[in-house]
């Protein structure tokens, strides 16, 4: 779900940019310019299309993973309380934590960081899983590229205020 809104979020600041031309003097063709960079960027490109894909899909294609070395099921037993009915390592959204049992019988997701310093657990998107073997050690994991594409959308917001500021921007 994080995944989801970052992504759909994330482009909202582009539309919101785009509201902003002829509101400032030389503004259209500033934002022109950073649009151009923005769809040579292969991570945002790929946000940009990752969110028409969530839009008209409903979701993200995205693989989790679960890394254990030297990991002993001895170890989750330990941490498990006694009200969970069980336990969990690199669902769908990469989390961990506990089953538990709701009034309506139903079963409901807690979700807790263990701790482990021995297990690590993520995601991928799907499209980059093209590798042989067990683990894919070399491609992009999601969080990088969400955190590289916030930065690009932030530093965008933060130009166009040093360019034509905030009072020019609010006309």
Same mark, same amino acid.
């Given at each position: 779900m994080g995944l989801q809104n970052a992504v759909t #979020?994330?482009?909202?600041?582009?539309?919101?940019?785009?509201? *902003? %031309?002829?509101?400032?003097?030389? #503004?259209e063709e500033w934002y022109d310019e950073r649009v151009e960079v *923005? %769809?040579?960027?292969?991570?945002?490109?790929?946000?940009?299309?990752?969110r028409n894909k969530i839009l008209k899909e409903g979701e993200a294609d995205t693989v989790n993973y679960a890394k254990a070395e030297g990991f002993n099921p001895a170890q989750l037993q330990a941490v498990t309380p006694s009200w969970a009915d069980g336990s969990f390592i690199g669902d769908q959204y990469g989390g961990s934590g506990f089953y538990v049992e709701r009034s309506d019988g139903t079963q409901e997701k807690f979700y807790v960081d263990f701790g482990f310093d021995n297990i690590e657990t993520g995601l991928y998107f799907e499209e980059t899983q093209e590798y042989e073997g067990p683990f894919p050690e070399d491609i992009t994991e999601i969080e990088d590229d969400l955190k590289y594409y916030v930065k690009i959308l932030a530093e965008l917001v933060s130009d166009a205020k040093d360019e034509f500021g905030s009072e020019g921007l609010s006309n």
């Open positions: #979020f994330g482009r909202s600041v582009t539309f919101v940019l785009q509201n *902003l %031309k002829g509101k400032a003097e030389g #503004f *923005l %769809k040579d960027d292969p991570v945002c490109s790929y946000m940009v299309d990752l």
